[in-house]
Nanobody
Framework: VQLVESGGGVVQAGGSLRLSCAAS????????MGWYRQATGNQRELVAA???????NYADSVKGRFTISRDNAKNKVYLQMDSLEPEDTAVYYC???????????????WGQGTQVTVSS
């Protein structure tokens, strides 16, 4: 399974970016998809997640500013980021939870990340 993120870049504070992620390969029983981020010197943290049924979960720091969505048919997940702050600067990773094989256990696959830089 491969995940490829796009949409990162440099933006001024108050601006917006939209991240996209496409999962491909042998994806069995896909469930939750999500976005994590890791700033320099910090631990990786959950930003937002969405189940295959559309239930969402957000970190407190991004509630009201970020919106996660997905296209189940295409195994794609998106993150609309508005009112960006310098504290949002980080590498953003997308994930998908899916079975290893048809009857196998569930694993979390990770993308390689995309850099988001918010200037003040």
């Amino acid at each position: 399974v491969q995940l490829v993120e796009s949409g990162g870049g440099v933006v001024q504070a108050g601006g917006s970016l939209r991240l996209s992620c496409a999962a491909s390969g042998s994806i069995f029983s896909p469930n939750a998809m999500g976005w994590y981020r890791q700033a320099t010197g910090n631990q990786r943290e959950l930003v937002a997640a969405i189940t295959s049924g559309g239930s969402t979960n957000y970190a407190d720091s991004v509630k009201g500013r970020f919106t996660i969505s997905r296209d189940n048919a295409k195994n794609k997940v998106y993150l609309q980021m508005d009112s960006l702050e310098p504290e949002d600067t980080a590498v953003y990773y997308c994930t998908i939870d899916a079975r290893r094989t048809v009857l196998g256990g569930t694993v979390r696959y990770w993308g390689q990340g995309t850099q988001v830089t918010v200037s003040s």
